[in-house]
């Protein structure tokens, strides 16, 4: 049995394929699912478990270079969007249609409970050397 970091083994196998410049997203409970990208869906109410719980949890055991946001959750969403500022990795703001785009690109979507607008982003996979 895995004694350290994501038990979760799916998202594990997610995290031990990702090369530099693989993309995943977390999305709230509302974002569309583009045909043909894997869905791991760890919803299992509304609002659980949160966007930012498995963001933050995520990132211990992932190395993201770069992030993608929707420009509307500064407004929208102001909470999340604080929240994002700890991520510690540059992020940048395109529009919500632009993220759901994007997403096409994603190896995965990790789906959450979150039910607040533009819970969203996009981890582009960095290296750890």
């Known amino acids: 049995m895995k004694k350290n970091g994501m038990i979760n083994r799916e998202l594990a ?12 997203t977390i999305a709230d409970c509302g974002l569309p699912i583009p ?25 211990k055991d992932f ?35 632009e993220l759901k785009e994007l997403s096409k690109q994603s190896k995965v979507i990790i789906r959450t409970g979150e039910a607040t607008p533009y819970a969203n982003c996009i981890l582009q996979s960095g290296v750890i050397f």
Request: proline share 4%; aromatic share 8%; glycine share 6%.
């Open 35 to 59: 045909e043909g990208v894997p869905c791991i869906d760890l919803s299992y109410k509304l609002g659980k478990p949160g966007f930012t719980e498995i963001l933050f949890e995520l990132l």
């Open 63 to 97: 190395e993201a270079e770069k992030v993608y946001i929707a420009e509307e959750m500064k407004a929208e969403n102001i909470e999340i969007y604080e929240e994002m500022e700890r991520v510690g990795s540059p992020f940048t703001e395109v529009s919500h249609e």
């Open 13 to 24: 196998a997610v995290l031990a394929r990702m090369g530099h410049t693989d993309q995943l």
